[in-house]
């Protein structure tokens, strides 16, 4: 099955300052890739995905490229604000059996004012 | 905007006490899953749910664990005996789109609940 590994938290920033979580993950085939972001006290909501290979998710301002080369989706973002402040996680999807989603192990996100 | 609901949202109990805990998928959707997350741990796959059969599990659901959909609409997680290590938040998940017509197709994408926290005492 697909696994995956993510950059370690936690990580804290100043509000506007740059975010890059790396995420690599290992696979066979080509398989969907998703973060998903978890807020204080809420459940897993779909932050973005890309489904083949250069694809680049996008969503309130992260974004994160498909690289087949490298099997990396490292999720960006140019400017963070406090309310990104959440639980990053990234997720390879199966393919072809369960289509379960195989999570990292999470990115602790404190954005400060 | 269809959402996956869980219930009960907390519950306590028991060590070696029976928990059911409750899920409803959204409409139509085909594919379900319980997740587990440990207190400040990573979310674990627990089980795979498709066409009325388990299509996948993991180590961690043994012979304590089962699911099953009664009635056509709840997604249920039983553990028959709880321990203190099974306090954590449990993750229903679902997707699938039922084609109309034509077979299934998704988006790719799971949609989870809100979680349910079991804490055993």
């Known amino acids: 099955g697909n696994s995956v590994t993510q950059m370690e938290g936690p990580v804290t920033l100043s509000e506007e300052a740059f975010l890059t979580i790396n995420c690599t993950y290992t696979?066979?085939?080509?398989?969907?890739l998703f973060w998903y972001v978890q807020y204080p006290g809420e459940g897993l909501q779909l932050l973005l995905k890309?489904?083949?290979?250069?694809d680049k998710g996008s969503n309130k301002g992260f974004e994160a490229t498909y690289r087949k080369e490298t099997t990396s989706f490292h999720l960006e973002k140019g400017s963070v604000q406090v309310s990104d402040s959440a639980v990053y996680f990234c997720?390879?999807?199966?393919?072809?059996?369960?289509?379960?989603?195989?999570f990292g192990k999470g990115t602790k996100l404190t954005v400060n004012p | 905007e269809p959402e996956v609901t869980q219930t009960p949202s907390h519950q306590v109990t028991q060590m070696g006490q029976e928990v059911i805990l409750r899920c409803v998928p959204i409409?139509?959707?085909?594919?379900f899953y319980w997740y587990r997350q440990i207190l400040g741990q990573k979310v674990e796959f627990l089980v795979s749910?498709?066409?009325?059969?388990?299509?996948?599990k993991s180590e961690i659901f043994d012979d304590q664990f089962s699911v099953e959909r009664p009635d056509g609409s709840n997604f249920t997680l039983k553990i028959r005996s709880t321990k203190l290590e099974d306090s954590a938040m449990y993750f229903c998940?679902?997707?699938?789109?039922?084609?109309?017509?034509?077979?299934?197709?998704?988006?790719?994408?799971?949609?989870f609940g809100e979680g349910s926290r079991l804490t055993v005492l």
């Open positions: 890309a489904t083949k290979a250069d």
């Open positions: 998940a679902t997707f699938g789109h039922r084609g109309l017509p034509g077979p299934p197709t998704n988006t790719g994408e799971l949609f």
């Open positions: 696979a066979t085939g080509y398989p969907s």
């Open positions: 409409s139509n959707h085909l594919y």
């Open positions: 749910f498709y066409n009325n059969e388990i299509s996948e």
């Open positions: 997720a390879p999807q199966d393919q072809g059996g369960s289509e379960k989603l195989v």
